[in-house]
């Protein structure tokens, strides 16, 4: 009874207010107004039964919802250390950011992380360092059932859809590879004019949708395929089995983002929901995934084919690998995608839990292949938050060939991190389709910062492995990247890590790895 009445009186007071202000003297009537719709809020807030705070603080209840809001922001801006932001520090994102505008990236004083953490990581650094070689090392992909090899760059621009990133972001990315000589994937929604125009290098994706080469139904068009991969442009195919940050799902762009133009790409009804389903129509077995590829190389007139995947169960990649055996063939290249990779949108506990992170993932393919004898044929690529130099040259070490990045290509284009990708209100028109805000991205200005982000990066991998006393990427070693495990205590990752030696797996496989080995079958994914 007491809250009704209030409630009355309440708006009671805020109606009289607002009609006094009418007619009155001015400072009353800036006084009211103000108070009147107060009254009013309050009123209105008093009788809903949405939100508990705001029935007990009408008010200032609404401090609350406007502090929650702005929240990331204060944390970014005001709150958060140089170094222990997330997914990437402010040292990181500033370090981008510099390198991208060509200007000066060092840093005074010494570092301001906790190099006694156990977690820290660090390189060795040689008494005899070498000069810094003048022309960065390529990486020549593509196995013996390849025509057409490409000389892939260290670093490149990783998998974004045209869809999940604006026209112009794709224009400035694309451009950039043309311009740095490095290599852009596609990702898997479709093969775009804004991938081709510029006339950079593509590795050109094909996800579980087959968008850009799907019948009506869904399935695989190999005659659309075909005629695709012919491009001059597409160097590289790569079909993704699962990605970092959410393996074993498939997507959902819903119909109202589905445009004409988009539409058009991944040959799909325009305004309709478009779902990427969580696995392959095209094969269910190891040894068909095998058969696959193979296809898909032969259907590209013998461009280097390979597959992309976040890592979880040892046993079924090695099933993979029997497989390769069992066939006779085998992808030109793998790109592992770890557990902390980015994605426009996925569950939170996909992203904080499930798939290997990149070390791991990278570990367990690199000796796999390694163990089957069947490492000297494949390039492994490493995906997954590479932003410096010292990441690719640690990716380098535990088993990579070259590197990918994503996210930080987007720092490169004016990405601020502010983690609104799924919401198509992207504030730099990064990963938007609104056309307003997607004009804030200049493509003329971006594209050189994309390459001078990019040949920066690879610069400083070069001049570090230099410090090593290393001028080839092959000469990396493990001992030569080191981790604390404990305060007083460190380790080398050749001492961390298990790393097999060529053909092991086949001749007598060590106890930790023989039950896997054993079980693994070429005819079915065992878990």
Not at 128 to 144: F, M, Y
């Amino acid at each position: 009874m007491i809250r009704i009445t209030f409630v009355a009186l309440t708006l009671v007071a805020g109606m009289v207010a607002a009609v006094a202000a009418v007619g009155s003297s001015p400072w009353w009537s800036v006084a009211a107004v103000p108070l009147g719709l107060l009254g009013l809020v309050g009123g209105a807030n008093l009788l809903q039964r949405r939100h508990s705070v705001l029935r007990n603080y009408p008010v200032l209840g609404h401090a609350r919802f406007l502090l929650e809001r702005i929240r990331p922001e204060l944390q970014q801006y005001f709150i958060e250390r140089n170094f222990d932001g997330r997914p990437f520090d402010r040292d990181i994102r500033t370090l981008v950011y510099e390198r991208a505008k060509g200007t000066d990236a060092e840093q005074p004083y010494g570092t301001e992380r906790d190099v006694y953490q156990p977690g820290y990581e660090f390189l060795v650094p040689s008494m005899a360092p070498c000069p810094v070689p003048k022309t960065p090392p390529r990486v020549r992909v593509g196995g013996p059932d390849c025509k057409h090899p490409y000389d892939m760059a260290l670093l490149n621009v990783s998998a974004m859809s045209f869809g999940s990133l604006s026209a112009n972001a794709v224009l400035a990315l694309n451009g950039g590879a043309a311009a740095g000589k490095f290599a852009q994937d596609t990702g898997e929604g479709g093969l775009s004019e804004y991938h081709l125009r510029p006339g950079g290098d593509l590795i050109w994706e094909i996800g579980t949708g087959y968008f850009g080469c799907r019948t009506g139904d869904g399935d695989f068009d190999p005659a659309e395929f075909a005629d695709k991969a012919a491009h001059d442009h597409v160097k590289c195919v790569s079909l993704k089995l699962s990605q970092g940050a959410k393996p074993g799902i498939g997507g959902v762009l819903p119909g109202a983002k589905v445009n004409a133009e988009i539409a058009k790409v991944r040959d799909v009804p325009e305004g309709q929901t478009v779902i990427s389903p969580p696995y392959h129509r095209t094969f269910s077995t190891p040894r068909e995934l095998v058969r696959f590829i193979a296809r898909m190389r032969e259907l590209s007139g013998g461009k280097p084919t390979g597959f992309k995947l976040c890592v979880g169960s040892r046993r079924q990649f090695l099933s993979v690998c029997k497989a390769m055996l069992a066939e006779g063939t085998a992808p030109d290249f793998i790109v592992v995608d770890g557990g902390e990779g980015g994605t426009g949108a996925a569950p939170l506990e996909f992203a904080d839990h499930v798939g290997a992170p990149l070390t791991e993932g990278l570990l367990t393919v690199h000796n796999a292949l390694v163990g089957a004898g069947l490492r000297d044929r494949i390039k492994v690529g490493a995906s997954g938050k590479i932003a410096t130099g010292t990441d690719l040259v640690k990716r380098l070490i535990q088993g990579a060939d070259y590197g990918n990045a994503a996210r930080a290509m987007m720092f490169a284009v004016g990405c601020i991190q502010a983690q609104r990708c799924h919401t198509n209100t992207c504030p730099t028109g990064v990963t938007t389709q609104d056309p307003r805000r997607a004009r804030a991205l200049d493509v003329r200005d971006k594209t050189p910062r994309v390459q001078r982000f990019q040949e920066a990066t690879v610069a400083s991998a070069l001049e570090i492995m230099a410090s090593m006393g290393v001028t080839d990427p092959a000469d990396l070693r493990p001992h030569m990247l080191r981790r604390r495990i404990a305060p007083h205590t460190e380790r080398s990752y050749a001492d961390l890590h298990e790393w097999l030696e060529p053909g092991q797996l086949l001749a007598e496989p060590p106890r930790s790895w023989a039950a896997d080995w054993k079980a693994a079958d070429p005819d079915r994914f065992t878990s």
